[in-house]
């Protein structure tokens, strides 16, 4: 079915790159900075609201000096909010804290940010801060990023 649907999305996005050329007598330099963006937008995937919902597997939490840590999280929906819980934590941010959190959008589309606030904190007092300079980012169906913290997640069992 990917395959397919690439198929589709490339034959689109030829005809209209052709279209574009001879429409506007563009240069080719022109033409593929065009096919950049439109190739972009005809290959995001769109989820409903449900599809943060479940386990995740997220690599790249840090505590003291060490950014390599890797923490089992679940999401939840609550009072119209995407709640990540830490199921396995460290000494900066325990379980069962929120890791992150932010408004449920209609739909989820991949390359689309959500803004959301994360949870910080250090061993003398983990827990005890957040910050909203935060943004889910989907990547793919099994797959998202926080920006801005170096985390990804793929969904866990």
């Not at 840590?69 to 325990?94: L, Q, S, W």
């Not at 890791?99 to 209609?106: I, S, Y």
């Amino acid at each position: 079915m990917k395959s397919t649907k690439l198929i589709n999305s490339l034959a689109i996005l030829f005809m209209i790159m052709f279209n574009y050329c001879l429409a506007e007598d563009n240069s080719i330099a022109q033409t593929y900075s065009f096919l950049q963006k439109e190739t972009k937008t005809a290959l995001k995937e769109t989820y409903g609201e449900d599809w943060m919902k479940g386990n995740w597997i997220g690599q790249g939490y840090g505590c003291i000096g060490r950014n390599d840590i890797t923490e089992d999280i679940y999401v939840e929906y609550v009072n119209g909010e995407f709640v990540a819980k830490k199921i396995t934590g460290d000494d900066c941010v325990p379980a069962p804290n929120v890791t992150f959190r932010g408004k449920l959008p209609d739909k989820f589309e991949t390359g689309r940010s959500y803004q959301c606030t994360i949870t910080l904190g250090n061993p003398y007092a983990p827990a005890s801060t957040s910050s909203n300079n935060c943004k889910v980012v989907p990547l793919e169906k099994d797959k998202f990023k926080v920006d801005g913290w170096g985390l990804e997640f793929t969904r866990g069992g």
